[in-house]
């Protein structure tokens, strides 16, 4: 399978939310990254060519981010932009 894009809706400490932000603008493949209200503190939108990019980058450049407690990865099958 191949996909052009993916969310990831992550979880992190209390105050941590613009700090990383400001991480995650930092990662080429994220294009776009999110504070929000709900259960999740900040959406991002990664770019990925292929399920085992999406990985490194959730796995070693996300999740990797002192204050990042959890995430959760979408990968869109069907819509429009």
């Known amino acids: 399978m191949s996909f052009s ?7 992190v400490e209390i105050g941590a939310e613009s700090r990383i932000v400001n991480e995650l603008k930092k990662v080429p493949e994220i294009a776009e990254a999110w504070v929000v209200y709900g259960v ?6 990664v ?6 990019k999406l990985k490194e980058i959730v796995s ?4 990797k981010i002192d204050g990042v407690r959890n995430t959760l ?9």
């Not at 894009?5 to 979880?11: I, P, R, S």
């Not at 770019?47 to 085992?52: I, Q, S």
């Not at 070693?60 to 999740?63: A, D, F, L, S, Y």
């Open 60 to 63: 070693e450049r996300i999740r």
């Open 40 to 45: 999740y503190d900040i959406v991002v939108k």
């Open 5 to 11: 894009h993916a969310y990831v809706l992550v979880n």
């Open 47 to 52: 770019k990925a060519e292929n399920p085992e």
């Open 73 to 81: 990865t979408l990968i869109p099958i069907e819509g429009f932009p």
